[in-house]
């Protein structure tokens, strides 16, 4: 590439950042990349026009889809390079819905990050072979978008639980939250997915989680 390239990797693990750096730094020529290891220090940096921003999903100060919601008011060009260890199939289309250019998963090989990084910055977007068969799959089955992808990470975790039997004080001991909260987020589940009781949270989760 012929311009200077800047890079924002926020992740908050350092060993991460490093290691993705070093292979950024030997792929392209004039590369500058800037660290942030929670949401509200890559929020600092997002007036620094970067071209490419890689986004881990857990981050300390903001996690699942809202980030994105925030980083588009401020920078709404930017392209964002979800980077991240959980299961594409399942949580890609979720993010890229949200408004995200790309999924990587953290554990692809060095040749793949250098082609998704090459990719969306000539196209805007990547979309990686896993992503794309299951794209295919909804097509041929007819399938529509997965429901869940409307929820975020923290709804699916109350979600799977309340399918697995436990009740509001169970989910409160087992994700350190106030019952208060699992029965806001259980409202918003329901809410969310046009439901009424587990029964058919039950039939949703059967049909779309994996």
């Known amino acids: 590439m012929n ?8 992740d908050d693990h350092s060993v991460v950042r490093h290691g ?10 004039k590369v500058t990349i800037t660290h942030a290891d929670n949401f509200e220090d890559l929020l600092s940096k997002l007036n620094q026009n970067h071209d490419l921003l890689f986004l881990d999903i857990n981050l300390p100060g903001g996690n699942s889809t809202k980030m994105i919601e925030e980083i588009r008011l401020i920078h709404p060009d930017l392209l964002i390079m979800m980077f991240s260890a959980y299961d594409e199939s399942r949580y890609a289309l979720r993010y890229i ?12 090989k060095d040749e793949e990050i250098i082609k998704a990084v090459k990719t969306i910055l000539e196209t805007g977007k990547y979309i990686s072979d896993v992503v794309k068969e299951k794209i295919v799959e909804n097509a041929l089955l007819n399938k529509p978008i997965n429901p869940l992808e409307k929820l975020s990470d923290r709804e699916v975790e109350v979600a799977e639980l309340l399918v697995s039997g436990d009740g509001n004080l169970e989910i409160s001991n087992k994700l ?6 699992v029965s806001t987020l259980k409202n918003r589940i329901f809410d969310k997915l046009g439901i009424s009781n587990v029964v058919r949270l039950v039939e949703i989760l059967m049909v779309y989680k994996n």
């Open 176 to 181: 350190n939250i106030q019952m208060s909260t």
């Open 20 to 29: 993705v750096s070093v292979l950024l730094k030997k792929a392209f020529d």
């Open 3 to 10: 311009k200077d390239l800047k890079i924002l990797l926020v």
């Open 97 to 108: 819905h949200a408004g995200a250019n790309g999924f990587l998963n953290k554990y692809s």
